[in-house]
């Protein structure tokens, strides 16, 4: 049998380093896991007694609304117009879904039909890439660099020499793996050039909360003219450690989110109802969550970047995410990120994702996940520190 449309994908590296892990620990080995970015801090408290008590009522029980319920919207609009200044109406300019992954996979069906064109990071989060190709469209990388400037330089290059034209540019700041983060400028800048150029800009907004040092990552929409070109994703998964739940949502544009609504009204009939009633109840009530959750994630950052620093490997801490970005210390630069990674499940009983798992250009790097505690993280560096040391003699 052939399944055309999944037989040319890459095996998921992530499994290869998943698989390590697991055996080591079934062998009583104690790794320490920083690969997947599955947050491990519990949901707000709220959420879970919302969850419950929806749950009770067999009124809940039945089909919802695939848009989402309008409290839902509502609260979702009340939160963006708290966090950015930014006025959306609940009613045209709002869908949920079913985790930014699902949202952002169903969207480019709407936007993207084989043979089309579009602009997407390089490395980037495997979604980002694979839901193009899903669509049948054909990717063009735009190569992250260090700075935004020349980022932005990048794309303006890469959009003038795609044919076909592209239809769709894909960012996501700040930036799963390379954490890089981008300024309220840039968002600026890009809805000029799409406005310009009248293309669409889908914004992944997945780590909204996750700014450190003072930094408040922009959302696409706080820039004049954004509702005319964009729309951005922005999930409960990070901001209020709810993965599990499946609760995202799409703004901006309303004729792209009307499009969206419409495919997904075939496709599902949303989340389950008590779901969504706990998301609203946790949005309204739960306000201090995510910078609750950005303080603990900063804490680790500080322990994991000193660690690394302290024992000899030379990492950018990042302003965003909760990832560290690791370039692959020099004496094993030639192993590749794949081998590198692996050896360091075998010998240091550490799990980090392999750079080369996020795009050919996420090689030579490995990117470390704060999903674990300060104490487990610190431990991870002296397991670090023992390895390294021994190999390099
Ligand atoms: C950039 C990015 N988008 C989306 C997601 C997944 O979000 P959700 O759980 O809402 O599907 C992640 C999770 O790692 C991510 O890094």
Redesign the pocket.
């Given at each position: 049998m052939e399944f055309r449309r999944i037989t040319g994908l890459p095996p998921y590296v992530f499994t290869i380093i998943d698989s390590l892990k697991v055996e080591a620990r079934r062998n009583g080995e104690d790794v320490i896991d920083l690969g997947f970015?599955n947050p491990d801090l519990p949901s707000p408290d709220i959420a879970v007694e919302k969850l419950i008590e929806a749950a009770q009522n067999p009124r809940n029980h039945r089909y919802s609304s695939s848009r989402g319920l309008p409290k839902l919207r509502e609260a979702f609009a009340a939160l963006y117009q708290r966090r950015f200044g930014v006025d959306l109406d609940p009613e045209t300019e709002v869908i949920n879904t079913i985790?930014?992954?699902?949202g952002?996979s169903h969207l480019m069906w709407v936007l993207l039909q084989a043979g089309d064109s579009v602009l997407v990071p390089a490395p980037s989060?495997p979604?980002h890439l694979f839901a193009p190709l899903f669509a049948g469209a054909n990717v063009r990388e735009m190569p992250l660099t260090a700075d935004q400037d020349s980022f932005f330089e990048t794309l303006k290059e890469r959009f003038q020499y795609s044919w076909p034209r592209p239809r769709v540019i894909v960012l996501?700041f700040p930036h799963?793996p390379t954490t890089m983060c981008v300024d309220a400028d840039f968002m600026q800048r890009v809805v000029d050039f799409a406005r310009e150029q009248e293309v669409v800009v889908v914004h992944?907004l997945?780590?909204a909360d996750l700014g450190f040092d003072g930094y408040l990552p922009p959302s696409i929409l706080q820039a004049d003219g954004a509702k005319d070109v964009a729309v951005e994703?922005y999930?409960m998964?990070?901001s209020f450690s709810m993965?599990g739940w499946?609760v995202?949502f799409m703004a901006g544009n309303p004729a792209i989110v009307g499009a969206l609504a419409k495919l997904k009204s075939y496709l599902d009939y949303g989340t389950f109802q008590p779901v969504q009633i706990a998301a609203t109840v946790t949005m309204n009530e739960a306000q201090d969550y995510p910078a609750e959750a950005c303080a603990v994630y900063e804490t680790r950052r500080n322990a994991l970047c000193d660690g690394l620093e302290r024992i000899g490997w030379s990492v950018q801490p990042p302003k965003g995410t909760m990832f560290t970005w690791a370039p692959i210390p020099e004496p094993y630069a030639d192993m590749g990120s794949v081998e590198f990674a692996s050896m360091l499940v075998r010998e240091a009983n550490v799990a980090v994702s392999p750079g080369v798992g996020f795009g050919p250009g996420g090689e030579g790097h490995v990117r470390f996940a704060l999903i674990e505690n300060e104490q487990r993280i610190n431990q991870a560096i002296r397991n670090l520190r023992s390895t390294l040391t021994r190999l390099d003699v």
């Open positions: 970015g985790g930014a992954k699902e952002l989060y979604i996501s799963n992944d997945a780590y994703l999930s998964t990070k993965a499946r995202a």
